[in-house]
């Protein structure tokens, strides 16, 4: 199993990010799939997920309208378009898996700074 996240660097305030997610090794049309972060001292939080049946997606209150999840169920991928960044988006982004079980990428930085 592999999920390996692209799309991280450095950003100004009010900029744009999309990253992507590209996973291997399990079902993934049938996978809950979400996007985490985790700023510099802090615990790691959810941050978006897509479900894999009906198109649901849900959004921490913080990046609503800001951010979209997105997913491409026949590329096996997954992507977080960021709008509107500001420095407290400063952070590790993971992609997370579940299918019975769940499965971690390892995370693009994502720093938004003038």
């Known amino acids: 199993v592999q999920l390996v996240e692209s799309g991280g660097g450095l950003v100004q305030p009010g900029g744009s990010l999309r990253l992507s997610c590209a996973a291997s090794?399990?079902?993934?049309?049938?996978?809950?799939m979400r996007w985490y972060r985790q700023p510099p001292g802090k615990e790691r939080e959810l941050v978006a997920a897509?479900?894999?049946?009906?198109?649901?997606?849900v959004y921490v209150d913080s990046v609503k309208g800001r951010f979209t999840i997105s997913r491409d169920n026949a590329k096996s991928a997954v992507y977080l378009q960021m709008n509107n960044l500001k420095p407290e988006d400063t952070a590790v982004y993971y992609c997370?898996?579940?299918?019975?079980?769940?499965?971690w990428g390892q995370g693009t930085q994502v720093t938004v700074s003038s």
């Open positions: 997370n898996a579940w299918l019975f079980r769940e499965y």
């Open positions: 897509s479900y894999s049946t009906g198109g649901s997606t």
């Open positions: 090794g399990f079902t993934f049309s049938m996978s809950l």
